[in-house]
């Protein structure tokens, strides 16, 4: 079992940078895939991006570009650095993660932090 607890959310301008951070308890953290969502009010829990435990990476179409996935598997922690950020950015963004595979519906989920993103 692993929990995860995010932060860097904020408010910042349209164009501006925010690197949010996921840390994790645990001490198989290497091997589980993370990944973040995001959920905008009035509006379904979307995916935004992935990283497995061999660094393989996947974005949504709508990040591809802007936002960059990494990890730490020393810090057990994993980062989205969001670039050139845009007002339709802003919403609660959600770090999750999964022993092993990849799904689309990872067992653990932090509590968020938000972004919100000023035009």
């Known amino acids: 079992q692993v929990q995860l607890v995010e932060s860097g959310g904020g408010l910042v301008q349209a164009g501006g940078s925010l690197r949010l951070s996921c840390v994790a308890s645990?001490?198989?953290?290497?091997?589980?895939?993370v990944g973040w969502f995001r959920q905008a009010p009035g509006k379904e829990r979307e995916f935004v991006s992935r990283i497995r435990n061999s660094d393989t990476t996947v974005y949504a179409d709508s990040v591809k570009g802007r936002f960059t996935i990494s990890r730490d598997n020393a810090k057990k922690t994993v980062y989205l650095q969001m670039n050139s950020l845009k007002p339709e950015d802003t919403a609660v963004y959600y770090c999750?993660?999964?022993?092993?595979?990849?799904?689309?519906?990872?067992?653990?989920w932090g509590q968020g932090t938000q972004v919100t993103v000023s035009s």
């Open positions: 999750a993660a999964r022993l092993g595979l990849w799904s689309a519906s990872p067992p653990y």
């Open positions: 645990g001490s198989t953290f290497s091997s589980y895939a």
